[in-house]
């Protein structure tokens, strides 16, 4: 029954990333002993990126960095990505910065567990999490925007000049998208309904035959899609201000305006 307090104290080159077990946050863990014992852990990380001329990021840690995209595969495996290679993974009890193996900015993350993940951004970089290591896949020939897959045999990437990619589980292959447009967002309920949004107005649609162009019935850029079954698309977007933003549903390909700004 005895009350104990525990403070973390870092030393230099990392910082106190957070409690885990019986306590949680980042100011002291008081407890109280019992006969049975608790578990706590106490995470240090390492000191937040620093530039090439020595510049490095104090406040706030973990990390300044913009981000640019979220992913979870559950409560205790969530990824955000970002400015300046920003990797950080949430365990369910905080944020942890990783050692990125780029400095590129990334735009995008997806995975199918917490041993299978993907990050893609800018300068074609591709980079793949098996749950202990990071590796890098030969850039591609265009800045990278989204990824999305329904399995870790099928992986898709997409970005700028209507660049669009697929890993089959051991090869990274180039599709055929039929556009020059940036392409900015990929969702898809399996591997045969998979849909691709970009600017212009463009909407890809995969069968798991063919890649096929919707008419989305818009010029605009379309910046989102979420998909729970070939008939039940949704797409969001916007353009300049004088049309302002919208969401679309797509039926059976066909597509209803449900929301004009």
């Not at 979220?70 to 205790?76: A, K, P, W």
């Not at 098996?130 to 997409?158: C, I, K, N, Q, Y």
């Not at 463009?202 to 919707?214: I, Y």
Request: proline share 3%; hydrophobic share 40%.
């Amino acid at each position: 029954g005895q009350t104990v307090t525990l403070t973390a104290r870092a030393q230099p080159g990392s910082f106190f990333a957070g409690w885990s077990g019986a306590c949680s946050g980042t100011a002291s863990c008081t407890l109280t002993t019992t006969r049975g014992g608790q578990r706590v852990v106490a995470a240090f990380a390492p000191t937040e990126l620093c530039s090439a001329g020595g510049f490095c990021w104090q406040n706030p840690l973990p990390t300044g960095d913009s981000l640019m995209q979220v992913f979870g595969t559950s409560r205790n495996d969530v990824w955000a990505v970002g400015a300046s290679g920003t990797i950080l993974h949430w365990n369910g009890a905080f944020f942890a910065p990783l050692r990125s193996p780029t400095r590129s900015r990334l735009r995008g993350v997806w995975a199918s567990s917490a041993e299978d993940v993907w990050f893609v951004g800018d300068n074609g970089t591709i980079v793949h999490f098996d749950g202990g290591t990071f590796s890098s896949l030969p850039a591609a020939a265009v800045d990278l925007r989204a990824v999305w897959g329904s399995g870790p045999t099928d992986v898709w990437m997409a970005g700028e000049r209507g660049g669009l990619l697929h890993w089959d589980g051991s090869t990274l292959g180039s599709a055929q998208t039929g556009t020059s447009q940036r392409l900015s967002a990929i969702g898809g309920s399996s591997a045969r309904d998979i849909w691709v949004v970009g600017d212009g107005g463009t909407v890809l649609h995969w069968n798991g035959q063919t890649l096929e162009a919707q008419a989305s019935g818009t010029t605009d850029s379309l910046y989102a899609v979420a998909a729970r079954s070939p008939q039940d698309a949704w797409i969001a977007g916007g353009g300049e201000a004088a049309t302002g933003a919208g969401v679309a549903h797509g039926e059976d390909c066909a597509r209803t305006d449900t929301r004009a700004l």
